[in-house]
Protein backbone atom coordinates (compact mmCIF):
# COMPACT_ATOMS: atom_id res chain seq x y z
CA UNK A 1 0.00 0.00 0.00
CA UNK A 2 1.46 3.10 -0.64
CA UNK A 3 0.38 5.81 1.65
CA UNK A 4 -2.61 7.91 0.48
CA UNK A 5 -4.36 11.17 1.42
CA UNK A 6 -8.28 10.94 2.19
CA UNK A 7 -10.86 13.15 3.77
CA UNK A 8 -14.13 11.83 5.16
CA UNK A 9 -17.04 13.28 7.42
CA UNK A 10 -18.50 10.36 9.24
CA UNK A 11 -17.34 8.50 11.51
CA UNK A 12 -19.63 5.37 10.43
CA UNK A 13 -17.46 5.49 7.05
CA UNK A 14 -13.79 4.52 8.92
CA UNK A 15 -14.11 0.50 8.54
CA UNK A 16 -15.10 0.18 5.21
CA UNK A 17 -12.33 3.19 4.14
CA UNK A 18 -9.65 1.26 6.26
CA UNK A 19 -10.58 -1.95 4.58
CA UNK A 20 -10.04 -0.24 1.28
CA UNK A 21 -6.43 0.57 2.57
CA UNK A 22 -6.49 -3.16 3.91
CA UNK A 23 -4.37 -1.05 6.99
CA UNK A 24 -3.33 -3.68 9.46
CA UNK A 25 -2.50 -0.85 12.25
CA UNK A 26 -4.96 2.36 12.92
CA UNK A 27 -3.59 4.57 14.98
CA UNK A 28 -7.08 6.85 15.84
CA UNK A 29 -6.26 10.50 17.39
CA UNK A 30 -8.65 11.40 19.73
CA UNK A 31 -10.35 14.93 19.68
CA UNK A 32 -12.69 14.82 17.88
CA UNK A 33 -13.51 11.62 16.49
CA UNK A 34 -13.63 9.75 19.64
CA UNK A 35 -14.21 12.48 22.39
CA UNK A 36 -14.81 16.28 21.77
CA UNK A 37 -11.80 18.97 22.91
CA UNK A 38 -13.92 19.58 25.93
CA UNK A 39 -15.10 16.59 26.40
CA UNK A 40 -15.57 15.12 30.54
CA UNK A 41 -13.59 11.46 31.03
CA UNK A 42 -17.21 9.22 30.71
CA UNK A 43 -17.46 11.06 27.15
CA UNK A 44 -13.86 9.75 26.57
CA UNK A 45 -14.43 6.17 27.83
CA UNK A 46 -17.54 5.90 25.96
CA UNK A 47 -16.36 7.23 22.59
CA UNK A 48 -13.06 5.18 22.86
CA UNK A 49 -15.67 2.20 23.34
CA UNK A 50 -18.03 3.55 20.40
CA UNK A 51 -15.04 3.54 18.00
CA UNK A 52 -13.11 0.12 18.80
CA UNK A 53 -16.55 -1.35 18.46
CA UNK A 54 -17.15 0.57 14.61
CA UNK A 55 -13.86 -0.84 13.68
CA UNK A 56 -13.23 -4.63 15.65
CA UNK A 57 -14.39 -6.48 12.52
CA UNK A 58 -12.55 -4.75 9.89
CA UNK A 59 -10.98 -7.09 8.18
CA UNK A 60 -6.86 -7.24 8.64
CA UNK A 61 -7.09 -4.66 11.23
CA UNK A 62 -4.73 -6.45 14.18
CA UNK A 63 -3.70 -2.92 16.19
CA UNK A 64 -5.72 -0.02 16.95
CA UNK A 65 -3.69 2.99 18.78
CA UNK A 66 -5.89 6.07 20.46
CA UNK A 67 -3.93 8.50 20.26
CA UNK A 68 -3.51 11.95 21.83
CA UNK A 69 -1.18 14.92 22.69
CA UNK A 70 -2.94 15.73 25.52
CA UNK A 71 -2.76 14.15 28.82
CA UNK A 72 -6.27 12.97 28.89
CA UNK A 73 -6.38 8.98 29.54
CA UNK A 74 -8.80 6.47 29.44
CA UNK A 75 -10.42 5.03 32.72
CA UNK A 76 -9.65 1.11 30.88
CA UNK A 77 -9.20 -0.04 27.40
CA UNK A 78 -11.64 -2.62 26.05
CA UNK A 79 -10.23 -5.60 24.87
CA UNK A 80 -10.69 -6.70 21.65
CA UNK A 81 -10.16 -10.49 20.68
CA UNK A 82 -7.29 -10.36 18.13
CA UNK A 83 -6.78 -6.76 17.96
CA UNK A 84 -4.04 -5.08 20.39
CA UNK A 85 -5.33 -1.75 21.96
CA UNK A 86 -3.51 0.84 23.15
CA UNK A 87 -3.40 4.22 24.41
CA UNK A 88 -0.63 6.91 24.23
CA UNK A 89 -0.61 9.71 26.09
CA UNK A 90 1.30 13.05 25.47
CA UNK A 91 2.25 11.30 22.45
CA UNK A 92 3.84 14.64 21.10
CA UNK A 93 2.84 13.86 17.37
CA UNK A 94 4.55 14.33 15.05
CA UNK A 95 7.66 14.25 16.24
CA UNK A 96 7.85 11.22 18.42
CA UNK A 97 7.16 8.14 16.04
CA UNK A 98 8.87 5.12 18.08
CA UNK A 99 5.86 3.79 19.61
CA UNK A 100 4.65 3.31 16.59
CA UNK A 101 7.44 1.48 15.11
CA UNK A 102 6.23 -1.90 16.19
CA UNK A 103 3.08 -1.96 15.03
CA UNK A 104 1.92 -4.30 11.81
CA UNK A 105 2.19 -2.46 8.52
CA UNK A 106 0.64 -1.05 6.66
CA UNK A 107 -0.72 1.49 8.51
CA UNK A 108 -3.32 4.15 8.39
CA UNK A 109 -3.51 7.55 10.50
CA UNK A 110 -6.76 8.92 11.90
CA UNK A 111 -7.45 12.28 12.71
CA UNK A 112 -7.94 16.07 12.40
CA UNK A 113 -4.52 17.80 11.94
CA UNK A 114 -2.77 17.49 8.52
CA UNK A 115 0.17 19.18 10.84
CA UNK A 116 0.11 16.61 13.13
CA UNK A 117 -1.66 13.58 12.31
CA UNK A 118 -1.40 14.19 8.83
CA UNK A 119 3.15 14.48 9.59
CA UNK A 120 3.02 11.62 11.62
CA UNK A 121 1.17 9.24 9.14
CA UNK A 122 4.05 10.66 6.23
CA UNK A 123 6.89 9.68 8.85
CA UNK A 124 5.60 6.86 9.08
CA UNK A 125 4.88 5.98 5.72
CA UNK A 126 1.36 5.30 6.40
CA UNK A 127 -2.00 6.68 4.71
CA UNK A 128 -3.76 9.47 6.11
CA UNK A 129 -7.60 9.58 7.02
CA UNK A 130 -8.65 13.23 7.11
CA UNK A 131 -11.47 13.19 9.62
CA UNK A 132 -13.18 16.54 8.70
CA UNK A 133 -16.49 17.10 11.28
CA UNK A 134 -19.23 18.76 9.95
CA UNK A 135 -19.58 20.70 13.11
CA UNK A 136 -16.77 23.21 13.69
CA UNK A 137 -14.07 22.70 16.70
CA UNK A 138 -12.89 25.29 18.79
CA UNK A 139 -11.14 28.38 17.28
CA UNK A 140 -7.41 27.09 17.88
CA UNK A 141 -8.67 23.63 16.12
CA UNK A 142 -10.11 25.66 13.18
CA UNK A 143 -7.02 27.52 12.86
CA UNK A 144 -4.59 24.33 12.87
CA UNK A 145 -6.58 23.15 9.77
CA UNK A 146 -6.48 26.28 8.40
CA UNK A 147 -2.94 26.02 8.18
CA UNK A 148 -3.07 22.25 7.36
CA UNK A 149 -4.91 22.67 4.38
CA UNK A 150 -2.59 25.36 2.75
CA UNK A 151 0.56 22.30 3.79
CA UNK A 152 -1.49 19.45 2.85
CA UNK A 153 -0.35 19.63 -1.23
CA UNK A 154 3.52 19.76 0.07
CA UNK A 155 2.80 16.95 2.34
CA UNK A 156 0.48 14.78 -0.01
CA UNK A 157 1.53 14.86 -2.95
CA UNK A 158 -0.68 13.12 -5.74
Known sequence: MSPQYQQFADAGDLPRLAAELRARTLVIDIEPLVAAWDGVQD?????????????????GVQ???????????????????????????????????????????????VGDQVMTDGLLARRLGYSFLHYRPPEPGPVGPRVLDTAGQLARPLIFRH
Not at 75 to 87: C, N, R
Open 63 to 109: AVCFSTNSARRPSALKAVPGVEVIYLVSARKPLVIAPYRRLPTPGVV
Open 43 to 59: ALDQGIDTVLDLVADTP
